[in-house]
């Protein structure tokens, strides 16, 4: 089969490798229809993330059809469409049996395309398929539940449910990249009263527009500190989120909360941050930090059904399965392609553009 290589830092290919093959009885065999790319695959191609070694194949964000599965797995079956978790559960371990997918002891946890091959290939092996796949259902297309893989679910548990939205707040949002405009979406699920978005980018501000923020601030030209404290009588956002990953961010969503408020944090940090606990002790603010679990993948799968939640904005390049390599060179260049979430099409996908060229669609 045709997959993408991971090589060592700055390297990839779309180079042909031995299919997969059920390995322990809890297995599924996938067919890939659709795919996308995630900032995460671009770190490692950077070399940040030096447990992923060279001969990997990338991606952990896909929607498939089951192939095979190992004698263990009941309830999944050959043919059923199905979509992958970017985070496995072993189902049995002390975090599993709690929900925290993420922190799983027993072999699962984010493991495509950093421990194990990914999923921008051909095929995919899936461990702990019982637990770790999502039916979807017929009338959805691959693409409608596609960005349930990892964003949606990651901005709405590590930032919504950590920072406790609730109806009317005012909640900040720190970077407007993917992972900030689905906790835009994913918030408007909570009727806050303003949702303000924070980027250094105008084209970011005005997705964040798109996606339903009520202000922008851009933070290179405006003072954030200044701008919030003025529309909120001078106390702060009732809840903050960090969705960027650099100690800058991280202090500025923590200046930017309320007493009593909450501060979120998304971003994956390479860096330490200062914590100002001399101006935050006395002001009763919550602090959380998390590694998406997932969980709430059929929650929001269903809320997507239901027309209540659309995702579709996302989807602002598609390309053939085939053609992958050409997808990372523009999703890299997010700057001047404009690219959010760029789709791979299989050919069995139901988002399959009529021609296998990159297709903008935004
Ligand atoms: N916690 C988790 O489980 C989890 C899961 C997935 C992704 N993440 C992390 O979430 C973060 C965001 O992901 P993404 O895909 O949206 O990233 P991205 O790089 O596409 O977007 C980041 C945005 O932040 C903006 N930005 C950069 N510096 C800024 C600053 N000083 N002030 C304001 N905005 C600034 C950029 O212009 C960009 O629009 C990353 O760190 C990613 O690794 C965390
Ligand atoms: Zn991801
Ligand atoms: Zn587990």
Redesign the pocket.
């Known amino acids: 089969m045709k997959a993408l290589v991971y090589h060592g830092p700055g390297q990839r290919g779309w180079d042909t490798v031995d299919d997969p093959t059920i390995i322990d009885p809890t297995d599924a065999i996938v067919r890939i229809d659709t795919a996308t790319i ?3 695959d671009l ?1 490692i191609l950077k070399g940040d993330v030096p447990e992923t070694t060279p001969g990997t194949i990338l991606g952990h964000e896909a929607v498939g059809t089951i192939q095979e599965v190992g004698a263990g797995v009941t309830t999944v079956a050959p043919g059923d469409r199905v979509l992958l978790s970017c985070v496995s559960s072993c189902g049995r371990c002390r975090f599993c049996k709690e929900g925290r997918y993420g922190q799983c002891l027993g072999g699962g946890g984010w493991i495509f395309g950093h421990l194990i091959d990914g999923v921008q290939a051909e095929y995919a092996r899936v461990p702990f398929a019982d637990n770790s796949v999502y039916k979807i259902p017929e009338d959805l297309s691959d693409e409608q539940v596609l960005f349930l893989a ?1 964003i949606l679910p ?1 901005s709405f548990e ?1 930032g919504v449910l950590n920072g406790m939205v609730s109806p009317g707040d005012v909640v900040a949002i ?7 405009l689905a906790a835009i979406l994913t918030a408007r699920l909570y009727t806050p009263g303003r949702i303000i978005a ?4 105008d084209s ?1 501000l005005e997705a964040a527009e798109r996606f339903g923020a009520d202000l922008t601030v851009n ?1 290179a030209r405006e003072d954030p500190v200044a701008r919030i404290m003025e529309l909120t009588d001078g106390l702060g956002a009732d809840a903050s989120f960090e ?4 100690p ?2 991280f202090e500025l969503a923590a200046d930017l909360v309320r007493p009593g408020g909450r501060v979120a944090n ?3 940090h390479g860096k330490p941050a200062s914590l100002h606990l001399e101006k935050l002790w006395i002001r009763d603010v919550t602090i959380t930090t ?3 679990d997932t969980f709430s993948i059929a929650q929001l799968m269903r809320l997507i059904a239901s027309g209540r939640l659309d995702p579709s904005l996302f989807a602002t390049h598609r390309f053939g399965l085939d053609d992958t390599m050409a997808a990372y060179d523009t999703f890299t260049d ?1 700057a001047n392609s404009g690219a959010l979430k760029v789709v791979l099409c299989g050919t069995e996908s139901t988002s399959r553009p009529s021609r296998t060229v990159a297709a903008a669609v935004a």
Do not use: K, M, Q, S
């Open positions: 995630c900032g995460t770190h990892d990651t590590v720190v970077g407007a990249g993917p992972i900030g924070l980027d250094l980018a970011r933070n969705a960027v990953g650099v800058e961010t998304i971003g994956v998390g590694l998406v997010a």
